[in-house]
């Protein structure tokens, strides 16, 4: 019996539509190719610097040396493509610019190595010219791969070049001397490549603005609204669920801390003046181009602490009862018992369903309760409802013929439990990870 064995090929074809997709890739690929230069800079014997110097110091001296080399690079018409570590990648559209760059990084370092004794930090630095995919963010092509080879061919303190790149240099004041042939993994042919002596060159800080505060440009922008919303936003949790209670138990803040509404009633100029102020901060802060450390520090700090802070508060919301009892305990309670509006509430002169209006309060407010009266079987709470203005609210609307029984208040006191103690102290312990954990992101 003879058996056949049947063999499928299986044939993959692109239809009419994937081909028109794949040519469209094509052809913005060869629009966005061009030359350009790319410069590598790594400091050297980092995790070393790491290791004697701690976490921190070591994180507070690449901020350091990040804002010594961005500067430099703005200066000489680089621009920073991305940090990697502590290594950074820029970009160049002239070679000179790049070389400039790469002179005026190493003059940097060597002052502030000198202005402190401290500051240990020597880098090196590689530089390729050729032809790559120049998106907006990023860089793609064998010249990034050659320029992070030859970066790291490179020792502290050097600067070294390809020959392509030293070819291009119209400027002979760079003090170029032949560093050796070097067979890159992934190419055949030996490549030279050249060392600049920059000891020898020309200053070239000059024209750059060295400063304490932090670059911010469109990416920053973006985090720090980021870090911003969540520091405001956080800050306005715990006032309104926690310090508007502690200062409202003095009764001389109880009407500015609960019912600000009432205030700006008093004073109706107030919202202007705030819509004027927060449409100042909008167009400052689009605006921004440099901000100083510690205010950048705050905002990631703010950022933290709200991830701490609800991180442990919303889950421990859904946890089994037994496992929540001691969470509930209580370590304080106020003094005063405040008055919360659940329904749109008339405020009496008089303990009188007929006594004079003075006010009426809207739904979800809260007011400081400062006596309690029963009358034909209502109960009259006395609040604040004025600079130095009391009147009374009814706890119920009492039932009618149809109408059942309404709510019309709820009082309480305000209890600081062992759950927000625990949300206070994971989002504090969040907020020193964000002032200590943050980088200066390229530009």
Known sequence: MQTTTAHHHH?????????????????????????VTILFTDIEYSTYLWDIRGDVEGRLMVDKHNRLLFPVIRACRGRVIKTIGDAIMASFKSPEDAVRAAIGIQQALYRARHQDENFYIRVRIGIHTGMAIVEHNDVFGDVVNVASRIENEAKGDEILLSESTAATLKDKGYFLVEEGEFIFKGKREPMTVMRCEW?????????????????????????????????????????????????????????????????????PLLPVLGAALAIYAVLLASRLRRIPPFALRLLKGGFGFALGFFGFLLPSQYLPPDMTSSLDEVLYQSRHEFVEVLHDAIVLERVEPTARIITTVDRGNLLLRTETRAQAGVVWNQVIVGEGERGWVQETIPARFGVPEIENTRTRRFLFTFRDMYALMIGGLMFLWGTLNFRIRPT
């Not at 993959?12 to 030359?35: C, L, P, V, Y």
């Not at 800050?235 to 309104?240: I, P, R, S, V």
Request: proline share 3%; net charge positive; aromatic share 12%.
């Open 11 to 35: 044939v993959f074809t692109m239809d009419a539509h994937d081909k028109a997709i794949a040519a469209s890739i094509a052809r913005q690929i060869k629009r966005s190719r061009r030359e």
């Open 199 to 267: 000891k020898h060159a020309q200053d070239m800080l000059e024209n750059v603005r060295f400063t304490s505060f932090l670059p911010v440009g469109p990416r920053q922008q973006r985090e720090l609204l980021l870090y911003a919303v969540a520091s405001l936003g956080m800050l306005y949790f715990l006032y309104a669920n926690y310090l508007r209670y502690l200062i409202a138990d003095f009764e001389s803040f109880a009407l500015l801390t609960l019912n600000p509404l009432l205030l700006i009633q008093a004073h």
